[in-house]
T-cell receptor, first 111, second 112 residues
Framework: DAMVIQNPRYQVTQFGKPVTLSCSQT?????MYWYQQKSSQAPKLLFH???????NEADTPDNFQSRRPNTSFCFLDIRSPGLGDAAMYLC??????????FGPGTRLTVL | AQSVTQLGSHVSVSEGALVLLRCNYS??????LFWYVQYPNQGLQLLLK??????LVKGINGFEAEFKKSETSFHLTKPSAHMSDAAEYFC??????????FGAGTRLFVKA
């Protein structure tokens, strides 16, 4: 089945230790998104790629970076995680002007 | 400005009762609207969508929603709740071709 895959599902890191979250898709969608979701809140968009074009949300901290080496893969890098960065991170894909398909998420814990 | 408002952060119904989750939107252009469901520790899953055409939209798991332009509403309903419907529900608006504006979410509780 075509799908969005996120690895790992659970990630524990230490305060200030860089961490990378991974997303891959078999849907061949040209748009990929990263969201941060904290408990009992709606997902908050961090950035998205339209093909290779990167679009950062104005309020996304510089601590968060992303890479999209090809159509199928997208990475979220958190350079120096703080306690406030503990959250669920959701990857999603879409075609333009269409609904988004979400991965299962990566739950990040910062110790 | 585009926005989505979900009325009620928590809704509780008995098993077998009608489910009604309310959503109002604001959009300067004809809206594309969605309902997503999220189960604990999972991603969001599309329940249904409205783009153009028929204003009554049917989705998965017996849910449906009606687009009412005059009321700027897109309420989600299900005639008979099941225990497995307990989850978080998000109403959403597509804007600018790429961005999805989510409502704050409504947690549905289903009592036995």
């Amino acid at each position: 089945d075509a799908m969005v895959i996120q690895n790992p599902r659970y990630q524990v890191t230490q305060f200030g230790k860089p961490v990378t979250l991974s997303c891959s898709q078999t849907l061949n969608h040209n748009v990929m998104y990263w969201y941060q979701q904290k408990s009992s809140q709606a997902p908050k968009l961090l950035f998205h790629y339209y093909d290779k074009d990167f679009n950062n949300e104005a309020d996304t901290p510089d601590n968060f970076q992303s890479r999209r080496p090809n159509t199928s893969f997208c990475f979220l890098d958190i350079r120096s995680p703080g306690l406030g960065d503990a959250a669920m991170y959701l990857c999603a894909t879409s075609r333009v002007v269409n609904e988004q398909f979400f991965g299962p998420g990566t739950r990040l814990t910062v110790l | 400005a585009q926005s989505v408002t979900q009325l009620g952060s928590h809704v509780s119904v008995s098993e077998g009762a009608l489910v009604l989750l309310r959503c109002n939107y604001s959009s300067s252009v004809p809206p594309y609207l969605f309902w997503y469901v999220q189960y604990p520790n999972q991603g969001l899953q599309l329940l249904l969508k409205y783009t153009t055409g028929a204003t009554l939209v049917k989705g998965i798991n017996g849910f449906e929603a009606e687009f009412k332009k005059s009321e700027t509403s897109f309420h989600l309903t299900k005639p008979s709740a099941h225990m497995s419907d307990a989850a978080e529900y998000f109403c959403a608006l597509l804007w600018g071709g790429f961005k999805t504006i989510f409502g704050a979410g409504t947690r549905l509780f289903v009592k036995a």
